[in-house]
């Protein structure tokens, strides 16, 4: 075996990623370019949020050589076999006008279904469905959404300091979420609507975004997982050719994972007969 060969990375058979907020002042883009940089694998969800339309329609675009690597990167995943599938999210709305469209490089769909090596089937969603059933609504929520902006801002500059002290990335912004009871309550009502919008459909779990809080684990024989976002977690969810599942950061850490599904020892006997 070549040197070479033994430096790749190893092949995932699916990534998940979403809230990426390509064009806000907050996307951790050069982060994410690394990481993609040195993906493997056969399929990438891209699971909405990936662009910010409503950031840049609002305010001004920040869009360098970090962004453009982002872009270059997915590029080049696609030249070289892997399959992408985008289902957009609520700040990049305009593109689920083409949903169901199949193009050269890559699927939109308004939603999808993702089967896993060991038979799972798992919604593809980015999440914003559920905030009927999850927000408060009205002036409540639009402060929330002020104060949380001003949060991401604490949370750019206190990393920037952090990178010239040599320290690693670390989210203010979740450290903060995780001390509010109305936002772990928030996050409790929007995973159990997830789990319950995967069972009516006869599903075995569901793979979101949104909420910028990842996740993953299983509840009431459900697999809930949140592949996080690039703005606080900068985490992804993988898929192991075996059906597990991990959440990692972006240096590649384990966060979580949920082990492959057993098969019946009746479809093991078939297939070894």
Not at 217 to 226: Q, S, T
Request: hydrophobic content about 40%; glycine content about 10%; some cysteine.
């Amino acid at each position: 075996m070549s040197p070479a060969a033994v430096d790749l990375p190893p092949r995932h058979r699916a990534v998940f990623i979403s809230d990426v907020h390509l064009g806000s002042r907050h996307c951790h883009a050069a982060e994410l370019a690394d990481f993609l940089g040195q993906l493997r694998c056969a399929k990438l969800y891209l699971v909405g949020d990936i662009v910010d339309f409503w950031w840049m329609a609002q305010r001004r675009a920040s869009w360098g050589a970090a962004q453009q690597r982002v872009v270059e990167a997915l590029h080049a995943l696609a030249r070289g076999g892997t399959e992408l599938v985008y289902v957009p999210g609520n700040h990049d709305r305009p593109v689920r006008r083409f949903c169901g469209l199949v193009l050269p490089a890559m699927q939109l769909r308004r939603r999808a279904i993702h089967e896993t090596a060991d038979g799972r089937r798992l919604l593809v969603t980015h999440g914003d469905d559920y905030d009927g059933i999850t927000h408060f609504g009205g002036l409540q929520e639009r402060f929330g959404d002020w104060l949380y902006y001003r949060i991401l801002t604490g949370n750019r500059l206190t990393n920037a300091a952090r990178r010239r002290l040599c320290l690693r990335y670390w989210s203010l912004a979740d450290w903060l979420k995780r001390r509010s009871g109305a936002a772990e309550r928030y996050i409790d009502r929007f995973v159990q609507a997830g789990l319950d919008d995967a069972r009516r459909r006869g599903l075995d779990g569901i793979v979101c975004g949104h909420i910028h809080r990842a996740g993953l684990c299983e509840r009431d024989g459900l697999v809930y997982a949140n592949d996080g976002d690039w703005v606080e977690s900068l985490t992804a969810l993988v898929e192991a050719m075996d059906g597990s599942l991990r959440l990692v950061s972006h240096r590649g850490d384990t966060l979580a994972r949920v082990p492959a599904r057993m098969r019946p020892v009746r479809e093991e006997l078939r297939g070894a007969a």
